[in-house]
């Protein structure tokens, strides 16, 4: 089966749509989410209405649905984080809220797992190193492990019985092989606030039966999304960065 791999959506309409279009003229059958549906940008609904129709959907959740649903305390996030989710507190429907409030932290399946974080710490952890993959490795028991949360698009792959740790951004088009019996996580990035300094939407396309992931960077209206924000009377900063990918 072919899955849409989604993460770290943001309430960016435009950029989802465009990761849906996209993954789905490649055959996606299927769709993944990481969690970090809402918060930042100015749709939670149209993102949540347009999410809750896709088929064969299975979702986790992530730091920012927790802090809408008053699950996580806000104090450490920045300003402009805090007022995104104000805002989104302020305008979700209750029969959104109640479907954030059923996700799971993670999902163990037969052919991969999910998670937003990391396994072993699925709200917080940004798992970027080496040392955390390694020390994540023993919370998850099928691969690909997939992760968004730090929004950028990366894998780590450990080759058995000769222990030894690939790793490295993903680019555009690239294939990740995924062999039996190794330990994968992967990141697809972020589809609605990328940080790779690279402003198309990120996502991948994982094919449980040939066992690939391909990344794939689909370019939206970036300057239609900046102008919801900013009449949304959410902060600047957070229509600035989806220009650069910051
Ligand atoms: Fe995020
Ligand atoms: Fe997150």
Redesign the pocket.
């Known amino acids: 089966m072919l899955w849409g791999v989604l993460s770290?959506i943001h309430s960016n309409l435009e950029a989802l749509e465009a990761a849906v279009d996209r993954l789905a003229s490649q055959g996606a059958e299927g769709w993944l989410c990481c969690?970090?549906i809402v918060?930042y940008g100015a749709e939670p609904n149209p993102v949540l209405d347009r999410l809750r129709g896709l088929k064969n959907i299975q979702a986790v959740r992530?730091?920012?649905d927790l802090a809408v649903l008053g699950r996580m305390d806000i104090a450490w996030f920045n300003e402009a984080a805090r007022a995104a989710v104000e805002y989104t507190q302020s305008t979700i429907t209750a029969e959104n809220l109640a479907w954030l409030k059923e996700l799971p932290p993670r999902v163990d399946a037969p052919t991969f797992t999910l998670v937003?974080?990391s396994p072993r710490n699925p709200?917080e952890e940004?798992l970027v190193t080496v040392q955390q993959f390694h020390d994540n490795c023993s919370y998850f028991k099928t691969s690909p492990c997939f992760v968004?949360?730090?929004?950028l698009p990366m894998a780590f792959l450990m080759s058995e019985p000769v222990s030894y740790v690939d790793h490295g951004p993903l680019t555009p088009g690239q294939v990740i092989p995924i062999p039996e019996h190794t330990r994968i996580v992967i990141n697809p990035g972020s589809v609605g606030q990328p940080r790779d300094h690279e402003p198309r939407a990120s996502c991948g396309l994982y094919d449980d039966g040939a066992r690939t992931f391909t990344l794939n960077r689909v370019k939206y209206d970036v300057d239609a999304v900046q102008k919801k924000i900013r009449s949304a009377g959410l902060p600047e900063f957070l229509a600035l960065r989806l220009a650069y990918g910051q």
Do not use: V
């Not at 968004?148 to 929004?151: A, K, P, V």
């Open positions: 770290d969690g970090d918060g992530g730091n920012h937003h974080g709200a940004y968004g949360h730090s929004h």
